[in-house]
């Protein structure tokens, strides 16, 4: 049992002392060699434990090194150094690719560049096709994990007619068809309004809490963080800090100075302690602030 999570310690990804750096090309399109002391790791040293099942939500500025480190985690990318296991199995070794990345799929920003067919239902089936999987199995898993988004009635709409929130859920559909146990959002919601970020969230929480997908979720928006059951800090290419919502966020002035914000009542809650009133920045939620505002009422 995972002391920090309570679930089940068996692990969905796990890294040790992870590094990468992007590789760098003269004119001629030669890799250029560079001695240790000039190269820009994007990550270093990571060494992380994924259990499955978990919500694990990872923050970061932009550079920070939280996409490098996501595009580990279904062999998009190699590390330079370090090991990574995804379900047990070593992706490191190229041998494995399509082995890890049918246990751990990929959902992007940009829901328009994940359409590859003009019928919905003919996208969700991309990525079976890809893998050798027969049609009439297909058709199943299709019907499946449209109904699992809940975008079912729309399989045989264009995707271009969808709005941004439906082609996102559209996204989803076609990894959860693949049958992963994890899948990774790479910021799914940075070009979406706020109608179609409940609903891509929606389907987030979802697949977690009643499928049991192991998700990792990539995010600008800190109230999309606070519904994770963990939260992994990036900075400068190294893991800042790793605990709890209700515990990271606590921690404002830290999260502020490497250029991150907080939810906003618990930053309203580190203003009232600033000014002298006694109160737990230990707080995520409107609930949690008013019930603490009621009790320091009473006591006065």
């Known amino acids: 049992m995972d002391e920090k999570t309570g679930l ?64 580990h985690f279904n062999a998009l990318l190699l590390p330079v150094r370090g090991g990574i296991w995804v379900d047990s199995i070593d992706a490191t070794n190229p041998a494995n690719t399509w082995e890890v990345r049918s246990r751990a799929g990929m959902v992007f920003q940009n829901p328009d560049n994940q359409m590859v067919a003009t ?8 990525g079976c096709e890809n893998l050798g999987i027969p049609p009439q199995e297909i058709r199943q898993r299709v019907e499946k994990a449209l109904k699992e988004v809940g975008m079912y009635e729309f399989r045989k709409h264009a995707p271009h007619l969808l709005s941004g929130g439906q082609k996102q859920r559209i996204a989803i559909a076609g990894i959860l068809a693949m049958r992963p146990k994890c899948i990774i959002f790479d910021e799914p919601t940075a070009m979406l309004d706020p109608s179609g970020r409940k609903e891509v969230m929606e389907t987030v929480r979802e697949l977690n809490r009643d499928y049991g997908i192991t998700v990792i979720h990539i ?20 893991i800042m800090m790793d605990d709890t919502p209700v515990n990271v966020f606590s921690r404002v002035q830290e999260i502020k100075a490497i250029g991150l914000d907080v939810p906003q009542v618990t930053e309203v809650a580190y203003l009232l302690q600033t000014a002298g009133i006694p109160i737990d920045t230990h707080i995520l939620t409107i609930d949690e602030m008013v019930g603490i505002l009621c009790q320091l009422k009473q006591n006065m």
């Open 8 to 71: 089940p310690g068996d692990p969905m990804i796990r890294t040790e002392h992870l590094y990468h750096y992007y590789h760098q090309y003269d004119e001629d399109g030669n890799q250029t060699a560079l001695p240790e002391s000039e190269i820009q790791y994007s990550i270093k040293d990571i060494t992380l434990t994924v259990p499955k099942g978990q919500f694990l939500c990872i923050l970061g500025h932009n550079g920070s090194g939280k996409s490098t480190l996501a595009k």
């Open 119 to 126: 019928i919905v239902e003919e996208d969700v089936a991309f």
């Open 219 to 238: 995010t600008h928006y800190m109230e999309e963080a606070v519904q994770a059951d963990r939260i992994v800090v990036i900075e400068e290419g190294s």
